[in-house]
């Protein structure tokens, strides 16, 4: 099932670099959680934290083979209702 336009919570493992050897564990031990929608699934699975008008802002990508989980939030496709409405 495909989580594109979906509201969902990633959990992975951030990569980094260093020129110092290091303990080789530490991205396992820090896991990042990104929430946003969905706009991309692939290789890479790419999560917006905002819509606009014409395209998105704050995108985040990640390799899918450092993803721990995708959990979907809310129906991307709901329709929300606004502030002066509630």
């Known amino acids: ?5 979906q509201i969902v919570k990633v959990t992975w493992c951030d990569a980094w670099f260093d020129f110092e050897p290091t303990n080789e564990t530490f991205a396992t031990e820090w896991p990042v959680e990104t929430i946003g929608h969905c706009v991309r699934e692939g290789e890479v699975v790419s999560i917006a934290g905002e819509k606009l008008g014409d395209g998105w802002r704050a995108v985040t990508h990640i390799p899918v083979a ?6 979907p939030l809310v129906d991307g496709t709901l329709e929300v209702k606004r502030a002066s409405a509630l």
């Open 66 to 71: 450092l993803i721990r989980s995708i959990i």
């Open 1 to 5: 099932m495909s989580m594109v336009g």
